[in-house]
């Protein structure tokens, strides 16, 4: 029989990522919606061990969904992925008479989810990374936000770069996963698009692309890279070493995590949120809420975290077909 469900908790885990919030403010209101409490999780695994827990009203989450960032903090947790740890967090849960927990974040954040699901505590995944490294899901909180911070950035970038006839390195994040950089590379029209997936580090074929194009009459090279690459203040340096063209490197950076989420990120956060609050006020457990094929759909956690992803193929030959 589904366990009922009287009290919830909300937590943020891993990196934030813009729309965070939307989805904190669509859980608590469906949930209370529903007839179920509400306590909000700060500092996502550590706050649960450190109880530091809240209760949650309508109200508790007004005035946020427009924010990036999550209201409720977020950590990186290493005892959480011991036993003890774990045991440690349902105890906690039990405690403050939490039946049920809603875990925003990216894969990492599930196996903390599907460990306290093990021990009794029913969980559901909301997916939030910028990074869309998620299997489940064809979209993932504050990737919209963070592609469109980054383009904005990268066309500033591209202006100077063209008027001293310069070419550019524009780093974009995805330590493991080049889905950012792939989709600005091929908005803003870059000439290399390097994915830590695809790179086989052989700077000659970048070298030798500048110089066509150069020779064609081009008058700025944009190559974005991925985090997951990175070096690409040295890949600058041997670059002008061997076109003879000034060449200057950019890190993005955190920018692209932070600012007001896409309208976007703001209403698929929200269904997510309020689906999730809707699949755990059913009694369900160890899900994981995705955007598939049109429709969102709540995926068993085990099979999700199995599911392999890998950039389209398709798309990254048009890619390069686009760049030359
Ligand atoms: P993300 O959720 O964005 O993938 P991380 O991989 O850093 O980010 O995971 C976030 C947090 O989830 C970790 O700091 C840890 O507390 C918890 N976590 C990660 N992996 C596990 C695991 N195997 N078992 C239990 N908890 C985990
Ligand atoms: O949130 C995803 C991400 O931004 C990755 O692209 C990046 O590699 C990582 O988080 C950096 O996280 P932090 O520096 O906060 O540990």
């Known amino acids: 029989m589904a366990k009922e469900m009287r009290t919830i908790g909300v937590l943020t885990s891993g990196g934030d990522a813009p729309g965070m919030n939307a989805a904190i403010r669509a859980v608590v209101r469906k949930a209370i919606a529903n007839g179920v409490k509400v306590k909000g999780i700060k500092k996502g695994y550590q706050g649960l061990l450190n109880e530091e827990i809240v209760d949650l009203e309508r109200w508790s989450v007004a005035d946020i969904i427009q ?87 990268i066309d500033k970038v591209r202006d100077t770069s063209s008027s001293h006839e310069r070419c550019s390195i524009i780093e974009v994040m995805g330590r493991n996963a080049g889905y950012i950089a792939l989709w600005c590379g091929v908005a803003n029209g870059a000439e290399d698009i390097l994915l830590p997936e695809k790179y086989d580090f052989n700077e000659q074929t970048i070298i030798n692309n500048i110089i066509n194009n150069r020779k064609r009459g081009k008058t ?41 989420p896409t309208c ?45 992803k890998s950039i389209s193929e398709y798309q990254y030959e048009i890619s390069k077909a686009l760049s030359m």
């Open 67 to 153: 924010r990036g960032g999550t209201i409720l903090g977020t950590a990186r947790c290493t005892e959480f992925k011991t036993e003890e740890g774990q045991e440690k967090g349902a105890e906690i849960c039990r405690k403050y008479g939490i039946d049920g927990l809603v875990v925003i974040g990216g894969d990492g954040s599930y196996r903390g989810a599907q460990a306290l699901s093990r021990k009794g505590i029913n969980t559901v995944g909301i997916p939030g990374t910028i990074d869309l490294d998620i299997t489940c899901t064809e979209y993932t909180i504050g990737f919209d936000t963070a592609i469109n911070t980054a383009m904005d950035a």
């Open 220 to 260: 700025h090279h944009i190559i974005i890279n991925a985090e997951g690459i990175g070096h690409s203040t040295s890949m600058a340096r041997r670059i002008e070493a061997a076109t003879g063209i000034e060449t200057r490197a950019t890190i993005l950076g955190y920018m692209q995590r932070g600012g007001n």
């Open 264 to 308: 976007k990120d703001r209403f698929y956060a929200s269904i997510m949120g309020a689906y999730a609050a809707d699949v755990l006020c059913s009694g369900k457990t160890n899900r994981v809420v995705g955007y598939k094929h049109g429709e969102f759909q709540d995926f068993d956690i085990e099979e999700a975290l199995a599911m392999k």
